[in-house]
Protein backbone atom coordinates (compact mmCIF):
# COMPACT_ATOMS: atom_id res chain seq x y z
CA UNK A 1 0.00 0.00 0.00
CA UNK A 2 1.07 3.76 -0.65
CA UNK A 3 1.23 5.34 2.97
CA UNK A 4 0.64 9.14 3.16
CA UNK A 5 2.07 11.01 5.93
CA UNK A 6 0.49 14.41 6.47
CA UNK A 7 1.69 17.64 8.09
CA UNK A 8 1.14 19.08 10.27
CA UNK A 9 -1.61 17.69 12.29
CA UNK A 10 -3.12 20.24 14.02
CA UNK A 11 -2.91 24.04 12.38
CA UNK A 12 -4.45 27.36 13.97
CA UNK A 13 -4.40 30.28 11.30
CA UNK A 14 -6.01 34.19 11.76
CA UNK A 15 -8.49 35.10 9.88
CA UNK A 16 -7.13 36.33 6.42
CA UNK A 17 -3.57 34.18 6.92
CA UNK A 18 -2.09 32.29 4.33
CA UNK A 19 -1.94 28.12 5.55
CA UNK A 20 -0.13 25.33 4.06
CA UNK A 21 -0.96 21.47 4.43
CA UNK A 22 1.70 19.25 3.20
CA UNK A 23 1.40 15.18 2.25
CA UNK A 24 4.20 13.18 1.54
CA UNK A 25 3.49 9.75 -0.40
CA UNK A 26 5.63 6.87 0.09
CA UNK A 27 6.29 6.26 -3.90
CA UNK A 28 5.81 8.33 -6.51
CA UNK A 29 1.80 9.00 -7.71
CA UNK A 30 2.16 10.94 -11.18
CA UNK A 31 -0.40 13.67 -9.51
CA UNK A 32 -3.04 11.71 -8.50
CA UNK A 33 -3.71 13.69 -5.39
CA UNK A 34 -6.72 14.60 -3.89
CA UNK A 35 -7.97 17.35 -0.69
CA UNK A 36 -11.19 17.12 1.38
CA UNK A 37 -12.11 19.34 3.85
CA UNK A 38 -14.21 17.58 6.72
CA UNK A 39 -16.52 19.67 9.06
CA UNK A 40 -17.52 18.42 12.43
CA UNK A 41 -20.25 15.51 12.02
CA UNK A 42 -20.13 16.20 8.09
CA UNK A 43 -18.96 13.42 5.63
CA UNK A 44 -15.83 15.07 3.24
CA UNK A 45 -16.22 17.37 0.57
CA UNK A 46 -13.78 17.23 -2.40
CA UNK A 47 -12.15 20.01 -2.54
CA UNK A 48 -9.08 19.54 -5.45
CA UNK A 49 -8.02 16.35 -7.68
CA UNK A 50 -5.01 15.63 -10.07
CA UNK A 51 -3.15 17.34 -7.09
CA UNK A 52 -4.05 21.25 -8.81
CA UNK A 53 -7.66 21.04 -10.35
CA UNK A 54 -10.08 22.52 -8.35
CA UNK A 55 -13.55 21.13 -7.54
CA UNK A 56 -16.76 22.80 -9.31
CA UNK A 57 -18.02 24.95 -6.39
CA UNK A 58 -15.16 25.16 -4.38
CA UNK A 59 -13.47 28.75 -3.49
CA UNK A 60 -10.55 29.95 -5.42
CA UNK A 61 -8.91 30.53 -2.25
CA UNK A 62 -8.28 26.81 -2.06
CA UNK A 63 -5.28 25.41 -4.31
CA UNK A 64 -3.23 22.14 -4.81
CA UNK A 65 0.42 21.74 -5.88
CA UNK A 66 3.72 19.39 -6.36
CA UNK A 67 4.55 16.04 -8.02
CA UNK A 68 6.18 13.07 -7.26
CA UNK A 69 6.01 12.42 -3.83
CA UNK A 70 5.60 15.80 -2.36
CA UNK A 71 1.96 17.77 -2.45
CA UNK A 72 0.77 20.54 -0.47
CA UNK A 73 -2.96 22.27 -0.06
CA UNK A 74 -3.07 26.45 0.27
CA UNK A 75 -5.91 28.36 1.65
CA UNK A 76 -4.83 31.61 0.24
CA UNK A 77 -6.59 33.68 3.03
CA UNK A 78 -8.37 31.96 5.76
CA UNK A 79 -11.89 32.34 6.84
CA UNK A 80 -14.20 31.12 9.29
CA UNK A 81 -15.98 28.52 7.19
CA UNK A 82 -12.44 26.92 6.33
CA UNK A 83 -12.18 25.33 9.66
CA UNK A 84 -12.46 21.49 9.61
CA UNK A 85 -9.93 18.48 8.95
CA UNK A 86 -8.20 17.80 5.84
CA UNK A 87 -7.27 15.19 4.11
CA UNK A 88 -5.21 13.66 1.28
CA UNK A 89 -5.98 11.01 -0.79
CA UNK A 90 -4.21 9.17 -3.33
CA UNK A 91 -6.04 7.90 -6.06
CA UNK A 92 -2.90 5.90 -7.78
CA UNK A 93 -3.74 2.64 -6.83
CA UNK A 94 -5.87 1.62 -4.08
CA UNK A 95 -7.19 4.64 -2.26
CA UNK A 96 -5.17 5.59 0.37
CA UNK A 97 -5.36 8.78 3.10
CA UNK A 98 -3.21 11.18 5.16
CA UNK A 99 -4.46 11.15 8.84
CA UNK A 100 -5.66 14.70 8.81
CA UNK A 101 -5.02 17.79 9.39
CA UNK A 102 -7.39 20.20 12.35
CA UNK A 103 -7.41 23.76 11.05
CA UNK A 104 -8.79 26.23 13.43
CA UNK A 105 -8.80 29.54 13.46
CA UNK A 106 -6.47 31.42 16.45
CA UNK B 1 -28.84 17.19 -7.22
CA UNK B 2 -26.37 13.86 -6.21
CA UNK B 3 -27.85 12.29 -3.33
CA UNK B 4 -26.21 9.23 -1.40
CA UNK B 5 -28.18 7.88 1.68
CA UNK B 6 -26.50 4.97 4.37
CA UNK B 7 -29.15 2.68 5.90
CA UNK B 8 -28.88 -0.49 8.11
CA UNK B 9 -26.57 0.47 10.81
CA UNK B 10 -26.76 0.02 14.48
CA UNK B 11 -25.37 -2.28 17.28
CA UNK B 12 -24.27 -5.49 17.36
CA UNK B 13 -22.31 -7.99 19.17
CA UNK B 14 -18.71 -9.35 17.80
CA UNK B 15 -18.85 -12.30 15.25
CA UNK B 16 -22.39 -11.04 13.96
CA UNK B 17 -23.43 -9.92 10.90
CA UNK B 18 -25.11 -6.33 9.10
CA UNK B 19 -25.69 -5.52 5.83
CA UNK B 20 -25.36 -1.58 5.10
CA UNK B 21 -27.44 -0.20 2.15
CA UNK B 22 -26.96 2.74 0.03
CA UNK B 23 -29.52 4.54 -2.33
CA UNK B 24 -28.37 6.84 -4.74
CA UNK B 25 -30.01 10.00 -6.60
CA UNK B 26 -29.47 12.31 -8.82
CA UNK B 27 -26.73 10.26 -11.10
CA UNK B 28 -26.95 7.63 -13.41
CA UNK B 29 -26.10 4.93 -10.73
CA UNK B 30 -25.54 2.34 -13.40
CA UNK B 31 -21.92 4.63 -15.18
CA UNK B 32 -20.25 4.63 -12.13
CA UNK B 33 -17.94 2.77 -9.99
CA UNK B 34 -18.83 3.17 -6.10
CA UNK B 35 -16.67 2.69 -3.10
CA UNK B 36 -17.08 2.27 1.00
CA UNK B 37 -14.99 4.40 3.08
CA UNK B 38 -15.10 4.07 6.93
CA UNK B 39 -14.29 6.30 9.36
CA UNK B 40 -13.52 5.04 13.23
CA UNK B 41 -14.61 6.96 16.33
CA UNK B 42 -12.06 10.45 16.42
CA UNK B 43 -9.77 8.54 13.76
CA UNK B 44 -8.86 9.23 9.85
CA UNK B 45 -10.65 8.09 6.24
CA UNK B 46 -10.00 4.21 5.36
CA UNK B 47 -11.46 2.98 2.23
CA UNK B 48 -12.39 -0.41 2.40
CA UNK B 49 -14.43 -1.61 -0.77
CA UNK B 50 -14.77 -0.35 -4.61
CA UNK B 51 -17.13 -2.27 -6.95
CA UNK B 52 -17.38 -1.78 -10.64
CA UNK B 53 -20.12 0.18 -12.42
CA UNK B 54 -21.11 -3.40 -13.74
CA UNK B 55 -20.21 -5.62 -11.08
CA UNK B 56 -17.29 -7.26 -12.92
CA UNK B 57 -14.58 -5.97 -10.39
CA UNK B 58 -14.55 -5.92 -7.02
CA UNK B 59 -11.59 -4.80 -4.78
CA UNK B 60 -11.35 -4.82 -0.70
CA UNK B 61 -8.53 -3.71 1.73
CA UNK B 62 -6.87 -5.67 3.19
CA UNK B 63 -8.44 -4.98 7.10
CA UNK B 64 -11.93 -6.44 5.47
CA UNK B 65 -10.93 -9.01 2.96
CA UNK B 66 -13.00 -12.46 3.26
CA UNK B 67 -15.26 -10.99 5.72
CA UNK B 68 -17.13 -7.88 3.76
CA UNK B 69 -18.93 -8.23 0.55
CA UNK B 70 -19.63 -5.31 -2.02
CA UNK B 71 -22.44 -5.70 -4.35
CA UNK B 72 -25.09 -3.42 -6.32
CA UNK B 73 -28.39 -3.62 -7.87
CA UNK B 74 -28.29 -1.07 -10.73
CA UNK B 75 -32.25 -1.32 -11.21
CA UNK B 76 -32.69 -0.48 -7.77
CA UNK B 77 -29.48 2.51 -7.94
CA UNK B 78 -28.40 0.63 -4.51
CA UNK B 79 -24.86 -0.01 -3.27
CA UNK B 80 -24.45 -2.98 -0.63
CA UNK B 81 -21.93 -4.36 1.88
CA UNK B 82 -22.08 -7.22 3.40
CA UNK B 83 -20.44 -7.65 6.97
CA UNK B 84 -19.69 -11.03 8.28
CA UNK B 85 -17.52 -11.68 11.63
CA UNK B 86 -17.72 -8.45 12.98
CA UNK B 87 -14.98 -7.30 15.03
CA UNK B 88 -14.60 -4.53 17.74
CA UNK B 89 -11.99 -3.07 15.30
CA UNK B 90 -15.07 -2.23 12.51
CA UNK B 91 -16.71 -0.22 15.09
CA UNK B 92 -17.03 3.27 12.55
CA UNK B 93 -18.91 5.79 10.41
CA UNK B 94 -19.23 3.74 6.88
CA UNK B 95 -19.69 6.54 3.81
CA UNK B 96 -20.31 5.20 0.30
CA UNK B 97 -19.23 7.46 -2.12
CA UNK B 98 -19.44 8.03 -6.02
CA UNK B 99 -16.55 7.31 -7.75
CA UNK B 100 -14.78 10.47 -9.87
CA UNK B 101 -12.71 8.94 -11.93
CA UNK B 102 -10.03 11.39 -13.55
CA UNK B 103 -6.97 10.78 -15.43
CA UNK B 104 -6.41 7.13 -14.69
CA UNK B 105 -6.78 8.16 -10.83
CA UNK B 106 -9.74 7.52 -8.77
CA UNK B 107 -11.43 9.80 -6.02
CA UNK B 108 -14.69 10.49 -4.07
CA UNK B 109 -16.63 13.20 -5.24
CA UNK B 110 -19.94 12.43 -3.50
CA UNK B 111 -20.14 11.26 -0.26
CA UNK B 112 -23.27 9.92 1.88
CA UNK B 113 -23.66 11.00 4.95
CA UNK B 114 -22.62 8.00 6.88
CA UNK B 115 -24.18 5.17 9.12
CA UNK B 116 -22.69 4.11 11.89
CA UNK B 117 -21.91 0.57 12.97
CA UNK B 118 -20.72 -0.51 16.55
CA UNK B 119 -19.31 -3.97 17.47
CA UNK B 120 -19.33 -4.29 21.05
CA UNK B 121 -20.76 -7.15 24.11
Known amino acids: DIQMTQSPASLSASLGETVSIECLAS??????LAWYQQKPGKSPQLLIY???SLQDGVPSRFSGSGSGTQYSLKISGMQPEDEGVYYC????????FGSGTKLEIK | EVQLVESGGGLVQPGSSLKLSCVAS????????MHWIRQAPKKGLEWIAL????????YYADSVKGRFTISRDNSKNTLYLEMNSLRSEDTAMYYC??????????????WGQGVMVTVSS
Open chain 2, 51 to 58: IYYDSSNK
Open chain 1, 50 to 52: GAS
Open chain 1, 89 to 96: QQGYKYPT
Open chain 1, 27 to 32: EGISNS
Open chain 2, 97 to 110: AKSAYRGYADYFDY
Open chain 2, 26 to 33: GFTFSSYN
